[in-house]
Structures are given as structure tokens and as C-alpha cells.
């Protein structure tokens, strides 16, 4: 009887504290849970519960936690700029298509257009998915920079000694930045057994990290170095690299590297993994106008107070083609898609991206979730020819004539 007693009152207590949860959120944080599932296959929801997820996945600790990008205290400005000419896109008909939920051109510092929909404005923050992987990589040239990571040849298990005996011994930073590792990896979004769907469930084992976990069972598929092959895995383990080179939290690095310095206007969130570290090939909570001034900050040459956070020639040889992807005009530069015209752009699943393209100073931002899917190509094409569009405004504007790609 005094075990049922103990039982009913520890159960109660958990009722009384879930409840008080509940009633601390704010209406639209209730109502989102409502419409939330409490599993993270972020990839086989639909598309109502993407709609309501991507823009509260850090205000869901029921989903997943989130680590804090504190910004600082004097975020750069972005003044308006004129209204783009007339775009050979109708920009209304792109924003429906694409389901934006933010659309950002900034042109020589200017905002030049900037639209919102689905029911999000310029205050809200949206999951970025792989743009993150760009962020990722700009931190690794920063902890070259700062003398904590030594060379891009070193070997992963240098800094992740648990994956020593693995097929990452084989291995180079460079080689992950570049996605040829040559390690077999499943990136179907359809499939529900491929990797990148399963290994942020993974039960790791005790003590060690849960990528770190999966990653070290896969097995060698061809030499390291012999191909290009996407794995969002390779760039959590970058993350796990930096981190663990630095001695901090992805977070708090990206906060003092980047966010800080480049004038953020709001804090940001990273996502966690179940053990507890930022998933870098993924996961940032942004505001869509701080996602256009990080292209900024790279168009810029990544500079505080005039100096580089980057190595000499690190950002240059990041954003150009490291590794050919089998498709003329494409790249891909260390966690960057490269265009044949100097243009690149990170890139998530359903709709994120950033376009950097320096010779036009022209950044373009836009969040959206796709209707087609995680890679919808009819989206992928829309979105290309709106670039294309814009370029193209801008060069008649300056009466360039040049040719879009």
C-alpha cells in the first residue's frame, strides 16, 4: 500500500509539473505542440506539421534541446535599398510556389526586397537544415585561424579518438569538408531506413558521443579521396571536431566568431543531439535577415575590425570547387555549392538557402518548406532561375549585359 501511495504521488507531481509547463507557454507555443508529433523524423512529417515545426523546433524541448547563440548588443543595420526592377519571375507566383516563409534580397548592403508568408515575419526564427553546414565549415577556418585545429590533412581520430580502429582512420578534415570520405552513407530523405534517417535515433553506447556512435560501425565503400558523396553525417562529425578542438560548445564559438562580430540582430539556437552536442550538419534557429547577414559577413571576407577570422585564402579556396558532382556549372567548395559564374550558396532540405554571389554583392535569403519534398528538383530549378532573375535585373540596372547563369 505504501508503494501504490508513493507510486500515485510521484505520478501526480509529474501531471502537476507538466502542467505547469503547459501553462508558462506563451498560446501559440501550446497550439504548435497540439500540432507537433513528439517523434523526430523531421523528414516523414507532414506538411502541416513542418509548417508549425520549423519555426518553434527550439521552443519544443518535447522534440529536441537547443543550445543558445547569443548575439550582441549592436547588430548591423540594413537599410533599404530600392525596389528591384521588374523581374522576368513574377515574384508573387515564386513566394506561393516555393511555400516561403521568407524571401531576403540584399544588394551592396541594402535590402533591396523582402517578403513573408506563411503566417512568419521578420521576428521569427526557422530551422536552416544544411545551411548550416556552411556555418560549420566557416568555424573550422576559424579554429585554424585561432591555432586550434593544426591542418586540414590531419586525421579525424586526432581529435575524436574514438573513432580510432574505425574506416575514419583513414580519413582527413579535408576530406570531410569535401564529403569524400569514401564511407558508405545513405542519404535517401524517402527512405526510412537510410542513414540519414536513422543515426539522430541511435542508442549509442555509454559515455560516447551519438554520432560518434554510428559513425564508427560504417564500413569503407571506396578509397578516401576517390569520390564525391553528400553525407550529412561527415559534417556532424566536423562539428564534433571543432568542438572538441576548441574546448567549447559549437554555440558559444559560432556566438564569439560569428554572430557577435557580424552583428546578429537576434540570438539564435543549434539544435542538440541526444548526447548533447550542436548537430552541425544541421539545426540553427535563425531569423531570416540574420541568415542575410551572414552572407554579408562572407561576402565581405569574414572580417572583424578589419581582419580575417579565416586563415589567409581560406575563404576563397572554401567557396570555389574542391570536387567536381557530376553536373556541369556545379560544385562543391568545403560545405559549399559552387557555380561556375563565382557565385555559391549554402543549401538545407525544403527551401533554405543562402546565395552569396560577391561580384554582384548580392545576398539572398529565403525559408520556405517545400511541398514537393526534401529535395523537390521542380523547387531546386524555381529557385535557380528566381537567382537567375535577379541577376539579371541588376546587371541591366547597371547596364552591364551580363548573361545569367
Same mark, same amino acid.
Given at each position: 500500500?505504501?508503494?501504490?501511495?508513493?507510486?500515485? !504521488?510521484?505520478?501526480?507531481?509529474?501531471? @502537476? %509539473? $507538466?502542467? +505547469? =509547463?503547459?501553462?508558462?507557454?506563451? &498560446?501559440?507555443?501550446?497550439?504548435?505542440?497540439?500540432?507537433?508529433?513528439?517523434?523526430?523524423?523531421?523528414?516523414?512529417?507532414s506538411?502541416?506539421q513542418?509548417?508549425?515545426?520549423?519555426?518553434?523546433?527550439?521552443?519544443?524541448?518535447?522534440?529536441?534541446?537547443?543550445?543558445?547563440?547569443?548575439?550582441?548588443?549592436?547588430?548591423?543595420?540594413?537599410?533599404?535599398?530600392?525596389?528591384?526592377?521588374?523581374?522576368?519571375?513574377?515574384?508573387?507566383?515564386?513566394?506561393?510556389?516555393?511555400?516561403?516563409?521568407?524571401?531576403?534580397?540584399?544588394?551592396?548592403?541594402?535590402?533591396?526586397?523582402?517578403?513573408?508568408?506563411?503566417?512568419?515575419?521578420?521576428?521569427?526564427?526557422?530551422?536552416?537544415?544544411?545551411? !548550416?553546414?556552411?556555418?560549420?565549415?566557416? @568555424? %573550422? $577556418?576559424a +579554429? =585554424?585561424?585561432?591555432?586550434?585545429? &593544426?591542418?586540414m590533412?590531419?586525421?579525424?581520430?586526432?581529435?575524436?579518438?574514438?573513432?580510432?580502429?574505425s574506416?575514419?582512420?583513414?580519413?582527413?578534415?579535408?576530406?570531410?569538408?569535401t564529403?569524400?570520405?569514401?564511407?558508405?552513407?545513405?542519404?535517401?530523405?524517402?527512405?526510412?531506413?537510410?542513414?540519414?534517417?536513422?543515426f539522430?535515433?541511435?542508442?549509442?553506447?555509454?559515455?560516447?558521443?551519438?554520432?560518434?556512435?554510428?559513425?564508427?560501425?560504417l564500413?569503407?565503400?571506396?578509397?578516401?579521396?576517390a569520390?564525391w558523396?553528400?553525407?550529412?553525417?561527415?559534417?556532424?562529425?566536423?562539428?564534433?571536431?571543432?568542438?572538441?578542438?576548441?574546448?567549447?560548445?559549437?554555440?558559444?564559438?559560432?556566438?564569439?566568431?560569428?554572430?557577435?562580430?557580424?552583428?546578429?540582430?537576434?540570438?539564435?539556437?543549434?539544435?542538440?543531439?541526444?548526447?548533447g552536442?550542436?548537430?552541425?550538419?544541421?539545426?540553427?534557429q535563425?531569423?531570416?535577415?540574420?541568415?542575410?547577414?551572414?552572407?554579408?559577413?562572407?561576402i565581405?571576407?569574414?572580417?572583424?575590425?578589419?581582419?580575417?577570422?579565416?586563415?589567409?585564402g581560406?575563404?576563397?579556396?572554401?567557396?570555389?570547387?574542391r570536387?567536381?558532382?557530376?553536373?556541369?556549372?556545379?560544385?562543391?567548395g568545403?560545405?559549399?555549392?559552387?557555380?561556375?559564374?563565382?557565385?555559391?550558396?549554402?543549401?538545407?532540405?525544403?527551401?533554405?538557402?543562402?546565395?552569396?554571389?560577391?561580384?554582384?554583392?548580392?545576398?539572398?535569403?529565403?525559408?520556405?518548406?517545400?511541398?514537393?519534398?526534401?529535395?523537390?528538383?521542380?523547387?531546386?530549378?524555381?529557385?535557380?532561375?528566381?537567382?537567375?532573375?535577379?541577376?539579371?535585373?541588376?546587371?541591366?540596372?547597371?547596364?552591364?549585359?551580363t548573361?545569367?547563369?
Open positions: 500500500m505504501k508503494y501504490k501511495k508513493t507510486l500515485f !504521488a510521484a505520478l501526480a507531481a509529474l501531471v @502537476l %509539473v $507538466g502542467a +505547469a =509547463i503547459w501553462f508558462n507557454l506563451d &498560446k501559440e507555443t501550446r497550439g504548435l505542440l497540439k500540432a507537433i508529433p513528439t517523434n523526430r523524423d523531421v523528414l516523414f512529417w506538411q502541416a513542418r509548417d508549425a515545426a520549423f519555426r518553434a523546433l527550439d521552443r519544443l524541448p518535447i522534440l529536441a534541446k537547443a543550445r543558445a547563440i547569443p548575439a550582441g548588443a549592436a547588430p548591423r543595420p540594413l537599410p533599404p535599398g530600392p525596389p528591384l526592377p521588374k523581374l522576368a519571375v513574377d515574384v508573387d507566383a515564386f513566394m506561393a510556389s516555393q511555400r516561403n516563409a521568407a524571401l531576403i534580397v540584399v544588394h551592396e548592403g541594402k535590402v533591396r526586397l523582402e517578403r513573408y508568408g506563411l503566417d512568419f515575419d521578420a521576428a521569427g526564427r526557422w530551422t536552416s537544415f544544411s545551411v !548550416a553546414k556552411s556555418i560549420t565549415s566557416t @568555424l %573550422v $577556418g +579554429a =585554424i585561424a585561432d591555432g586550434f585545429i &593544426k591542418s590533412d590531419d586525421k579525424v581520430s586526432v581529435y575524436v579518438p574514438q573513432m580510432k580502429g574506416a575514419y582512420d583513414d580519413v582527413s578534415l579535408r576530406q570531410l569538408l564529403m569524400t570520405s569514401g564511407i558508405r552513407w545513405n542519404e535517401d530523405y524517402a527512405d526510412p531506413k537510410s542513414d540519414v534517417a536513422r539522430n535515433n541511435h542508442e549509442p553506447e555509454p559515455g560516447v558521443d551519438a554520432l560518434v556512435s554510428y559513425l564508427r560501425r564500413p569503407r565503400e571506396v578509397p578516401a579521396g569520390r558523396h553528400y553525407s550529412t553525417g561527415e559534417t556532424n562529425l566536423v562539428g564534433i571536431i571543432v568542438a572538441q578542438a576548441v574546448g567549447k560548445p559549437l554555440a558559444e564559438y559560432l556566438s564569439e566568431k560569428i554572430w557577435k562580430p557580424a552583428g546578429m540582430e537576434q540570438s539564435a539556437t543549434w539544435i542538440l543531439s541526444p548526447t552536442s550542436e548537430i552541425s550538419g544541421c539545426c540553427i535563425a531569423a531570416t535577415r540574420d541568415f542575410a547577414r551572414f552572407g554579408l559577413f562572407v565581405e571576407g569574414a572580417q572583424v575590425d578589419g581582419k580575417s577570422v579565416l586563415p589567409e581560406w575563404l576563397a579556396e572554401a567557396t570555389t570547387e570536387v567536381g558532382i557530376g553536373r556541369p556549372g556545379y560544385g562543391y568545403y560545405q559549399w555549392w559552387t557555380f561556375s559564374d563565382g557565385s555559391f550558396a549554402a543549401r538545407g532540405i525544403f527551401g533554405q538557402s543562402i546565395l552569396i554571389d560577391p561580384k554582384r554583392k548580392l545576398v539572398i535569403a529565403s525559408n520556405a518548406n517545400w511541398s514537393g519534398g526534401a529535395s523537390h528538383k521542380p523547387s531546386i530549378e524555381a529557385r535557380q532561375a528566381f537567382w537567375s532573375a535577379v541577376q539579371k535585373a541588376l546587371d541591366d540596372e547597371a547596364g552591364a549585359g548573361a545569367p547563369r
